[in-house]
């Protein structure tokens, strides 16, 4: 059983700037693609970032140029460093090993002035 945990919301003003961390109870994060999703209120779950094993990374269009998806095997965490926010990323966000279902409780992120 793989737990996930999520850190680092919190509420910010627009262009700010958060870091959020994803650690794993295992050495997951080593061995599978790890995805950042995100979800609004009365929206779907949406990919925001993804980081393979090899370490290549792919982004929503949304995020791209502003987020920065990286791991740290060591620690079994993945990071979303998150800059010039906008209103449009508050959200929930969640990581993710691909494929499976495991998933944590989330942190939310509220961006607003």
């Known amino acids: 059983q793989v737990q996930l945990v999520e850190s680092g919301g919190g509420s910010v003003q627009p262009g700010g700037s958060l870091r959020l961390s994803c650690a794993a109870s295992?050495?997951?994060?080593?061995?599978?693609?790890m995805n950042w999703y995100r979800q609004a209120p009365g929206k779907q779950r949406e990919l925001v970032a993804t980081i393979t094993r090899v370490g290549t990374t792919t982004y929503a269009n949304s995020v791209k140029g502003r987020f920065t998806i990286s791991r740290d095997v060591g620690k079994n965490t993945v990071y979303l460093q998150m800059n010039s926010l906008k209103a449009e990323d508050t959200a929930v966000y969640y990581c993710?090993?691909?494929?499976?279902?495991?998933w944590g409780q989330g942190t939310q992120v509220t961006v607003s002035s």
């Open positions: 993710n090993p691909n494929p499976s279902d495991y």
């Open positions: 295992t050495s997951i994060v080593s061995f599978y693609a």
